[in-house]
């Protein structure tokens, strides 16, 4: 297989993007499915494809921000106007919204804990795929992944969660770095046998 120093670099820099900070134009039709098909290619011990995609383009974004801004209002009954438009206009932050809804098939050879992985896998392809077109991604959850009543009107299935929330779009401002972990303080070498 040939080396790629571009994807290296590209991994050793990638940096989500604010979803507050992004604007148009997010992926087109082709762009988001390749960002959706390398989601997809992922590991998955017996191909079970423990995962699917829920897509918030248009005018299908500010309809979801009402069911948003609805059960919040329920959720917080003390929630000002400003929050509750707030919350209508969430999925208006991106151009495109992508749930990933991760679907684990319990009782079989393939452990639970690897289909959850599976689809935090698919969840960081996308992210790596959005970069590597030009566009910023974020990979966020919030209260609004673990809500029941957002949960059926996305129409998850009692096997079913949301494993994140992908907002893709345009970057209108540069990204900071962050601190991140010093390998000496995270790595350590098994030593051998113990006695």
């Known amino acids: 297989m040939p080396r790629s120093q571009e994807t290296i670099d590209l991994l050793l820099t990638r940096r989500s993007t604010k979803a507050l900070t992004m604007v148009e134009p997010g992926p087109d039709a082709a762009e988001l499915q390749t960002i959706l098909r390398i989601g997809a290619r992922v590991p998955d011990h017996g191909k079970l494809a423990p995962w699917r995609f829920v897509i918030f ?3 299908a974004r500010r309809a979801f921000g009402v069911i948003l801004s609805t059960v919040y209002a329920k959720v ?3 929630a000002g106007d400003d929050k509750l438009e707030f919350e209508a206009n969430r999925f208006m ?3 495109t919204v992508v749930a990933v809804i991760s679907r684990v098939t319990p009782g079989i050879k393939i452990p639970e804990w690897e289909q959850l ?7 960081q392809n ?3 795929a959005a970069t590597a077109l030009g566009y910023g991604a974020q990979w966020l959850t919030e209260w609004y992944a673990f809500d029941p ?3 059926r009107a996305l129409g998850l ?3 079913e969660r949301v494993a994140g929330f992908i907002y893709l779009g345009s970057e209108s401002v540069a ?3 962050r601190p991140r972990p010093e390998l000496s303080e995270i790595v350590s070498v098994w030593p051998g046998k113990t006695e």
């Open 117 to 123: 992985l599976s689809a935090g896998a698919v969840c």
């Open 57 to 59: 383009q248009g005018e």
């Open 126 to 128: 996308m992210l790596v």
């Open 149 to 151: 009543e957002i949960g």
């Open 76 to 78: 917080q009954a003390n």
């Open 157 to 159: 299935k009692e096997n």
């Open 175 to 177: 990204k900071d770095e």
């Open 93 to 95: 932050r991106a151009p």
